[in-house]
Each structure stands twice: as C-alpha cells, then as structure tokens.
C-alpha cells in the first residue's frame, strides 16, 4: 500500500496514502456542512470537457464552448503524516453524474445524506453506490424542528440491503459527523474482513 | 497567476468570451495531459528544487513544481493553486515528460483496502 521514494538526496521521504470519502445526497442535504465541520474545507474547481449533448448544458448561442465548470467541496483530514483522508461533497445536480465515476473510482466509501423531509432525494446516490458495489452509510442529518423518525423507519423506507448502517446526525456539529465517518470506515472493515472469511 | 501575466490578444478570445479566461486557454487549449493520467489522488514530488528560467514553461509550471517540494497530490495542488483538476493535469503532464516530476499512482481501485489501515483511520478520527 505505500510507496517509498529514495531517488532524491539519497534520503526517502515517504509518500503518503490519501483515502476518499464521497459524501453525496440530495440538495441542500447538509453536504457542505458536513465536510466543513470535520475538515479544512475548500472550493475545487474541475473543468470538465463536455462529450456530447446528453445532460450536458443547453449551448445554442455558445456552440464553441465544450467545456463546463463544476466546483466541489473538498475538504482534508490528516490522520497521520501518511494517511489523509478526503472528502468530497459530490455534486448533486444529475448532469453531472460523470464526475462521480471518477470520484468513486477506488474511494474507500460514500456517506449519502438524508432529509427525512425529502427522503427521495437521496435515492439516486443510494442507486449509484449500490451498483458500484461502494460501500455507504446512510446519514439522517436531523434539523432541529423536524419529528424524528427511528434508523430502522429510515433503512425501511430506503430499502436499504441489510447492515447498511443509518445513523442520525448534526452536520453542524463536528462530533457528530466525524461519528459519522467513523460509522463508515467500521463497517467499511467488517465487509473486508467478511469478504475475507468467505474466500 | 495568470492574470498578472501580460495580456495577450488572440483572435479567438474575443469579447463575445466575456471577461473571462476559460481554464484551457492557459494550456493551449489542450484538456489532456500528453502521455499519462493522474489520479486525483495521485500524489507528485518535483525532481528539482526550482525550474530554469530557459525553458518553455508558463508560471503555473513554476507554482506547481515549487508546491511539490513535498509530495502533494493531485486535488491537493489544484485546491491550493486554485486551478482546475483538468488544467493541472495537463501542466503535470509536461513536467513529468520533462522529467521534472516524479508521479506516484495510489492502489489499484481493485485492490481492497488495508483493515490495518481501515483502523489507522478510525483510530485517528476518534483522536480529532
């Protein structure tokens, strides 16, 4: 898993190991929230090149422009000098699906966020990561004054495979999200070490 | 960065473009790197301590080889030199066919993650 380097002043400086979460859901879910309270949160802008019209903006007027920008939040946490973890708040809107193919390309797993007051709109992340095989908890950011509903309401309602972890959280508050992300990575382990077993 | 640059007119970016610069103008126009494709999280290190001022190189080449003093990954420096993922892939692309940069891949996407890892992790949360 690590790669050393020892080509630069006879020395070896080590390269670090960078895991991606993916924190997705519907809009105004609490995504941005989420990773600015457990990390450094900060713009990143990509430039994606536009393939073809499916999607993709409505150009008549600028037919020249191939290209669209899309800004995410990234955000940082050093665990170790060589272990960082990054989060990525996916962008929500359905044209820009392609990025998240990218995104989840070897991410460690995705946080999907629900609002029990539009319990849809997390059913199209929930969708992707199902068929991506990326592991994923869900997380119900609770608003103060909405009724609360109980994990297992929420997972049933969802559909959700069984041990696919709900948890109840406040994306404002640093520890509860960073429980959160610890909820996922546990279970992130007890698949490995199930897949394992079976083998 | 480039807006401290001199400006120059090319017959293609017109008015109509409005006042500003699409990311791929400082590439050229190019939206790929040359030869290779860098993870996001991929991480590069600089192979020299600073550039020759001889060589073709724009200053985003400079920026990004002295922020890869140390390793730093992809969406590290394209966070830190607030410029796009897909424009710094291709300055990145340069500098390694420059031999400028050394590029380290992460694991394959395949392979599972490390539960000793996975633990490092947790352990580390929990100490936030």
Not at chain 1, 170 to 189: F, H, K, P, T
Not at chain 2, 100 to 120: F, R
Request: include cysteine; glycine fraction near 8%.
């Amino acid at each position: 898993m690590d790669s050393v380097r020892s080509d630069r002043n006879g020395g070896s400086s080590r390269i670090p190991v960078a895991l991606k979460i993916l924190i997705a859901g519907g809009f105004g879910a609490g995504k941005t929230t989420m990773v600015g309270s457990v990390s450094e949160i900060r713009p990143l802008q990509t430039e994606e090149v536009l393939t073809g019209a499916e999607g993709a903006d409505d150009v008549s007027g600028v037919e020249t422009k191939t290209t669209t920008t899309v800004t995410m939040d990234f955000g940082r946490i050093t665990i170790t000098e060589d272990l960082q973890l990054y989060l990525f708040g996916t962008p929500g809107q359905d044209r820009f699906w392609f990025l998240w193919d990218e995104l989840s390309q070897g991410a460690l797993g995705a946080v999907v966020l629900a609002d029990t007051r539009r319990l849809a709109d997390c059913f199209p992340s929930i969708d992707y990561f199902e068929q991506r095989g990326t592991p994923f908890v869900v997380a119900v950011n609770c608003f103060d004054t909405e009724h609360r509903y109980a994990p297992e309401a929420v997972a049933r309602a969802l559909d959700l495979d069984p041990g696919v972890p709900v948890v109840l959280f406040d994306a404002r508050d640093q520890g509860s999200a960073r429980n959160v992300l610890i909820e996922l990575v546990e279970y992130v382990a007890r698949r490995q070490l199930a897949a394992a077993a079976s083998r | 960065m480039s807006s401290e640059q001199p400006r120059v007119t090319h017959d293609w970016l017109d008015n109509d473009a409005g006042p500003v610069v699409r990311p791929y103008a400082m590439t050229q126009g190019r939206v790929a790197p040359a030869d290779c494709d860098f993870d996001l999280v991929a991480f590069v290190v600089a192979t020299v301590p600073d550039l020759m001022s001889g060589q073709q190189l724009q200053p985003e080449h400079h920026a990004i080889v002295a922020a890869a003093w140390e390793p730093i990954s992809v969406v590290e420096l394209a966070s830190q030199l607030d410029l796009s993922v897909g424009v710094v892939r291709v300055f990145l692309g340069d500098l390694r066919s420059a031999g400028l940069i050394s590029l380290y891949e992460p694991p394959a996407a395949t392979q599972p993650h490390d539960v000793d890892v996975l633990k490092a992790v947790v352990n580390g949360l929990r100490a936030l």
